[in-house]
C-alpha cells in the first residue's frame, strides 16, 4: 500500500499570556498562527501487530520512543478506534525544545488524518481528550489556522488571514517548558475574550506581549544575548520569542529583508539554527 504524505506545520505564539493555574496546569491565552516549515510524515497501513514508527532528518536524534505519536497511537489502541496498524515514518525539519510545537503538531496532524479518513470514528469529546492526553497545545494543530486560544481552552478561527514574513533563530539548546512555567508568579489579566480584526496586525501585536519571555531570557544569558542582537537588527518590525522557546522570531514586512537579516545573523551565530519563513 502507499503512503499517504501529510504535511505538519510549526506553531509559534505571536503573543501569549499566562492568566492563571489550575491544578498543575497553567491557563493561558494567546494569538497563534502557523509558518510554512513543517515536517513531513508519511503514513500508512501494514499488516503487522503493531503500529511502525520512524523519525529520520536533521532533528530527528534524541526522540525518545515514548513520543507524541507513539502515545497518540496508545491511546487509540487502548480505546480500540482503529481497526489495523500502520507504519509512520515522519521527517523532522522542525527542532524541538523550541516553542514551535513539532512533537505535538505531528500527533495533531496524524490524528487529523484518521478523523479525515474516517478511519476512527469518535465525538468532539472524545477528540479533545485524545489531543489533551498528548499535550495542552495539541488540539490547536487540528485547526492550523490564525486562531485565538482563550483562557478556558476554547479556541476560535481568526476571520483574516495575514502573512508575515518570519526570521527563526534557535540557539544550540532548548528550553524545558515545564521548567519556564514553574517560574511564573504573577499573572495578567486575560486580554483575548472578545476576537477582533485587529489581532493579526504588527501594530496590536507589538502592543502585546509573551509573558514566558522575560522568565527565559533572565534563565538563559545566551538566549538574552541573542535577542539584543536581533533587537539591534534593521528593519525589523518585531522581535518575541515563541511559546517557553527558545526559538525566537523576527517580524519583517518583507521577504528581501528577512533574508539580508538571515545572513547577519548567521555570520555572527554560526551554530545556532536559522530559517526564513512566513505565516499561512
Not at 503512503?3 to 497563534?32: P, R
Request: charged content about 30%; aromatic content about 8%; proline content about 1%.
Amino acid at each position: 500500500m502507499s503512503y499517504f504524505n501529510i504535511k505538519s506545520y510549526a506553531k509559534i505564539n505571536l503573543a501569549l499570556n499566562v492568566v492563571g493555574k489550575s491544578d498543575e496546569l497553567h491557563k493561558i491565552e494567546s494569538i497563534v498562527a502557523f509558518l510554512d516549515l513543517y515536517d513531513e510524515i508519511k503514513i500508512r497501513k501494514i499488516n503487522h501487530k503493531n503500529h511502525r514508527i520512524k523519525f529520520i532528518g536533521k532533528f530527528s536524534a534524541g526522540i525518545k520512543s515514548q513520543n507524541t505519536v507513539s502515545i497518540l497511537f496508545e491511546n487509540i489502541d487502548k480505546n480500540k478506534l482503529l481497526k489495523n496498524k500502520y507504519q509512520v515514518i515522519i521527517k523532522k525539519n522542525i527542532p524541538s525544545k523550541a516553542g514551535l510545537g513539532g512533537g505535538s503538531m505531528n500527533a495533531a496532524n496524524i490524528l487529523k488524518f484518521l478523523l479525515k479518513q474516517k478511519l476512527i470514528k469518535v465525538k468532539k469529546k472524545e477528540i479533545v481528550e485524545l489531543s489533551n492526553s498528548i499535550g495542552s497545545d495539541t488540539i490547536l494543530g487540528l485547526y492550523s489556522k490564525s486562531l485565538i486560544l482563550k483562557e478556558n481552552n476554547h479556541i476560535k478561527k481568526l476571520p483574516l488571514k495575514k502573512n508575515l514574513h518570519t526570521l527563526i533563530v534557535k540557539p544550540n539548546f532548548g528550553c524545558s517548558t515545564k521548567t519556564i512555567y514553574s517560574k511564573v508568579k504573577k499573572f495578567s489579566k486575560p486580554e483575548f475574550n472578545s476576537i477582533s480584526r485587529y489581532f493579526l496586525d504588527l501594530k496590536f501585536i507589538k502592543k502585546r506581549k509573551n509573558d514566558l519571555e522575560k522568565i527565559a531570557l533572565q534563565k538563559y544569558s545566551k538566549l538574552k544575548s541573542l535577542k539584543i542582537f536581533l533587537d539591534k537588527l534593521s528593519n525589523t518590525e518585531l522581535v518575541r520569542m515563541t511559546g517557553s522557546g527558545s526559538a525566537i522570531i523576527v517580524y519583517f514586512n518583507s521577504a528581501q529583508k528577512c533574508k539580508e537579516a538571515e545572513k547577519k545573523v548567521k555570520k555572527k551565530f554560526r551554530n545556532y539554527w536559522c530559517k526564513t519563513s512566513k505565516t499561512i
